[in-house]
């Protein structure tokens, strides 16, 4: 892999990885409680929040090209996952930090990404019904919140480990 296809990779994996650790530090620290205080009004900047500035769509691309990018620059570093350069104090960091950033992709994927689908599903049924949620919707979307919640704190937590990984793994000689 040449310098500059490695420059190219550095620039993708920390622009991108900023935009996913960056949104998520905004929505978990920021956006969820306001829009939690402000409830039930705050119904309409959520629909429009994450359908028209397409939210989920921005932490998906961030996360993927953060990790891709991230994978490409392991292989390389690594001279092809060689356990010499994995066993040494900043190949073990890396390696921690880089599971720990697939587990919070995988994460998001799997369990916050069908959630947020799901109270966008109920939020245009509940818009095309023209009135206030029906106690069924109500405690579904109690339900769905709680487990966004969860796993939102998780997710935070987790990316949090791979940012400091990633940040401080060079420096990591024993």
């Known amino acids: 892999m040449g310098i500059y296809l490695t420059l190219i990779l550095r620039i993708v994996h ?9 949104g998520a530090i905004i929505h978990t620290a920021f956006i969820e409680p306001s829009v939690k205080a402000s409830a039930p009004d705050s119904g309409k900047f959520m629909q429009y929040f994450m359908g028209r500035r397409r ?3 921005f932490m998906n691309v961030s ?3 953060t990790v891709l990018a991230g994978a490409l620059l ?27 950033g697939i587990a919070v992709y995988l994460l998001g994927f799997f369990m916050i990404r069908p959630r947020v689908q799901r109270l966008e599903a109920m939020g245009q049924a509940i818009g095309a019904a023209g009135g206030p949620p029906n106690p069924a919707q ?3 979307l109690r339900k769905v919140d709680r487990e966004m919640s969860i796993i939102g704190r998780v997710d935070f937590v987790m990316l949090a480990i791979a ?3 990633m940040a401080t793994a060079r420096y990591w000689y024993v």
């Open 14 to 22: 920390i622009v991108a990885g900023v935009c996913w650790v960056g």
């Open 163 to 165: 940012l400091l990984a």
């Open 138 to 140: 109500v405690a579904e």
């Open 74 to 100: 392991y292989w390389r570093a690594s001279g092809g996952i060689q356990w010499p350069w994995v066993a040494s104090g900043p190949g073990l960091v890396f390696t921690v930090g880089s599971v720990v």
């Open 55 to 57: 939210f989920g769509l």
């Open 63 to 65: 996360s993927g090209l």
